[in-house]
T-cell receptor
Framework: AQSVTQLDSHVSVSEGTPVLLRCNYSSSYSPSLFWYVQHPNKGLQLLLKYTSAATLVKGINGFEAEFKKSETSFHLTKPSAHMSDAAEYFCVVSGSSGYALNFGKGTSLLVTP | DSGVTQTPKHLITATGQRVTLRCSPRSGDLSVYWYQQSLDQGLQFLIQYYNGEERAKGNILERFSAQQFPDLHSELNLSSLELGDSALYFC????????????FGPGTRLTVL
């Protein structure tokens, strides 16, 4: 079964410092991986998507993620955090059928002034 | 704004009742997905429809059912409601199906008292 594990349930950074949100995946084949963000009382917004093209994926709002097959990881990074980045972040893998999405438990990012 | 609309935004009802949640996909999208987000279970895939037909099924209870209409909007019916059904229900849509990017609506918050 395809699954993801988000290694931190909460991450706190200061504004202007780098962000690292960690995600490991488990998949029996080459997966499609996503990062979604959920701001308070809002829906889910796609940050970026990996589908076996370039291993370094650039997303919106300065976020990027690197697919590392040897480490089965898909960590999300941003060079400099902004207050507006405070939200819940979900690492997601496509299910075996390719239709359903399997979500991680989420990482809550807090950005302090 | 993803282009996916969901109504109502909030729904408060009593145990044993039945409710209907509605979703309109983005223009041109043929697939609709339903997800449930709860504190204990996280985000879980419920069911997918493609052009009016059920395509994939996840952790959907027998008390729950869904359908997609000829105009491609979808409804999720929840019956014999229990306290544990209180959750945020998301609808997502995509162009066709397999490995597509899914765009999420703002969700319907269901509270069962």
């Amino acid at each position: 079964a395809q699954s993801v594990t988000q290694l931190d349930s909460h991450v706190s950074v200061s504004e202007g410092t780098p962000v690292l949100l960690r995600c490991n995946y488990s998949s029996s084949y080459s997966p499609s991986l996503f990062w979604y963000v959920q701001h308070p009382n809002k829906g889910l917004q796609l940050l970026l998507k990996y589908t076996s093209a370039a291993t370094l994926v650039k997303g919106i709002n300065g976020f990027e993620a690197e697919f590392k097959k040897s480490e089965t990881s898909f960590h999300l990074t941003k060079p400099s955090a902004h207050m507006s980045d405070a939200a819940e972040y979900f690492c997601v893998v496509s299910g075996s059928s390719g239709y359903a999405l399997n979500f991680g438990k989420g990482t809550s990012l807090l950005v302090t002034p | 704004d993803s282009g996916v609309t969901q109504t109502p935004k909030h729904l408060i009802t009593a145990t044993g009742q039945r409710v209907t949640l509605r979703c309109s996909p983005r223009s041109g999208d043929l697939s609709v997905y339903w997800y449930q987000q709860s504190l204990d279970q996280g985000l879980q895939f419920l069911i997918q429809y493609y052009n009016g037909e059920e395509r994939a099924k996840g952790n959907i209870l027998e008390r729950f059912s869904a359908q997609q209409f000829p105009d491609l909007h979808s409804e999720l019916n929840l019956s014999s409601l229990e306290l544990g059904d209180s959750a945020l229900y998301f609808c997502a849509s995509s162009v066709s199906g397999r490995l597509d990017t899914q765009y999420f609506g703002p969700g319907t918050r269901l509270t069962v008292l």
